[in-house]
Each structure stands twice: as C-alpha cells, then as structure tokens.
Nanobody, 131 residues
Framework: QLQLVESGGGLVQPGGSLRLSCAAS????????IGWFRQAPGKEREGISC?????????DYADSVKGRFTISRDNAKNTVYLQMNSLKPEDTAVYYC???????????????????????WGQGTQVTVSS
C-alpha cells in the first residue's frame, strides 16, 4: 500500500527553523515527483515546493518561500525533506507532501506546484510560527 507520512512540524518562534520529512512506504519515492503544499485556516491549499524524480536535480519554489525553504531527497532513506528557515507567522499552516507520477511537470516552472498534478497525499503536519 502506497503511503506518505509527514513529520517534523511543531511550534517555532519567528525567525526560527524546522525541517519537515516526507517518508514513503510501499513505493520508491525517487520514481515520483514530490511536492510540498500547505493550507492555512480559511485558505486554499497552495504548492510551495517540488523536486523532480530520478535523482531530483530540478526544484521549484513558490515566491513566498523562495530563498528561505529548501527541498531535498535522501533516496537511501526513501525520504524527501523541506528545510524551512527564517520562518514567519504567515508560514503557519498544515504542511502536506504529495507524489506525482507525471515526471514532466518539473519541466515548466510552476507546473509542479499545482495541486491537481498529484495523486498521492500524506496526512499533513502542523507548523505554527508564533512568539
């Protein structure tokens, strides 16, 4: 059974850092494009970062997180990470990872940040940025 599990969320002060993990079971994560999304209360789920399959050398970021967040893979651990630095209160949200079999979505900027491109989702992890 294909499953994604996020972890690493929590409460952090503004300016702090967190590293989220997206671990896969039942499939090899490297075969999929992996995206990170977030959903704040009362808002739609938005794509914030993604990484290409097969080694993951292509990445994309939403403007709201560019320069602060970094996505990466560890194929040995079958895990994708999202390193989040310089966190702001507006980063508060539930964060989800998702997997897509459509490998070409990383070829055009912004395409892999579209929710509709992903068929597999984790349950989410809460990130709260507050003093």
């Amino acid at each position: 059974q294909l499953q994604l599990v996020e972890s690493g969320g929590g409460l952090v002060q503004p300016g702090g850092s967190l590293r989220l993990s997206c671990a896969a079971s039942g499939f090899t994560l490297d075969y999929y494009v992996i995206g990170w999304f977030r959903q704040a209360p009362g808002k739609e789920r938005e794509g914030i970062s993604c990484i290409s399959s097969s080694g993951g050398t292509t990445t994309d970021y939403a403007d709201s997180v560019k320069g602060r967040f970094t996505i990466s893979r560890d194929n040995a651990k079958n895990t994708v990470y999202l390193q989040m630095n310089s966190l702001k209160p507006e980063d508060t949200a539930v964060y989800y990872c998702a997997a897509s079999q459509i490998r070409s979505i990383t070829a055009l900027r912004g395409l892999c940040l579209m929710r509709s491109k992903y068929g597999y989702w984790g349950q989410g992890t809460q990130v709260t940025v507050s003093s």
